[in-house]
């Protein structure tokens, strides 16, 4: 997996997870035995371990108990969002992403977040926006994750060149971002760059050596670049790695062409 983060999601699907920011980090009241924890915090908790296992409508009712208890808290309309998002109830994710925001001073981890339920809504120039904003801030942790997330915006538009340099600036940011990576290639692939191609899509698979996809667009772009051996050891990795998958299905198609 691309993350170093317990807290993060091991695939490369959904690819919301992988633009979110301290989405499903535990806020700071209840890690003290001395301070009392917020109002609500138990069922905050247990949202967040019904997110972490996919039981998306236990997480959602808990995250709804806990801003029912304290519905001033940021983290807690944080989580509803998420939820919400998750279960593609966006108007939903929006209206609490945006009290979130409100609530936390402009946290550039909820203006991040806010921006990746953009990305769902395929509002492409709001979430350029807000992952900007989240990007801008110094006290932001996880820049490459916005950068990544307005390269892909941009991806969307069409503007490919405006996306490279997101995805090299995110790269800047975090070397070892993968997904920063593949999206790169992906932008090069899209500009029958085939080199340029194969160099981004090899780094991500040097930083995510279990994900699929990232193989299976790797053989492709070794196909385009004339690189038949390499093709077909990127397809057969697909599938070593996920034989029943889409990606799976596609790479036998290829293999059989190549050989």
Not at 163 to 180: D, H, M, R, T, Y
Not at 192 to 208: I, P, Q, Y
Request: aromatic share 10%; with cysteine.
């Amino acid at each position: 997996m691309w993350f170093s983060s317990h807290r993060e999601v091991c695939v490369l699907k959904p690819l919301l997870i992988l633009f979110l920011a301290g989405a499903l980090a535990i806020s700071a009241g209840c890690g003290s035995s001395e301070k009392k924890p917020p109002k609500g915090e138990s069922h905050y908790i247990m949202g967040l371990s019904h997110f972490r296992q996919q039981q998306l409508t236990q997480a959602l009712k808990e995250f709804l108990l806990a801003v029912e208890a304290n519905p001033q808290n940021a983290d807690y309309q944080n989580g509803l969002a998420l939820a919400y998002q998750f279960k593609k109830a966006y108007p939903e994710a929006e209206k609490h992403y945006i009290k979130a925001l409100a609530l936390g001073g402009d946290s550039p981890e909820h203006q991040n977040n806010l921006a990746a339920l953009y990305l769902d809504m395929q509002r492409w120039d709001d979430a350029i926006k807000y992952f900007r904003l989240a990007a801008s801030n110094l006290l932001f942790g996880q820049p490459e994750r916005a950068h990544t997330g307005i390269g892909f915006a941009y991806m969307q538009k069409g503007e490919y060149l405006d996306a490279v340099g997101a995805f090299q600036q995110a790269i800047k940011e975090n070397p070892n971002f993968a997904l920063a990576h593949f999206r790169l290639g992906e932008v090069y692939h899209a500009l029958d760059k085939w080199e340029l191609a194969v160099a981004s899509l090899r780094k991500a698979a040097e930083l995510a050596p279990v994900v699929p996809e990232i193989r299976y667009k790797l053989g492709l772009a070794h196909m385009k670049n004339g690189q038949t051996p390499e093709a077909l050891a990127a397809f057969e990795e697909v599938l070593r790695l996920a034989p029943t998958s889409e990606e799976a299905h596609l790479a036998k198609s290829y293999i059989e062409v190549l050989k």
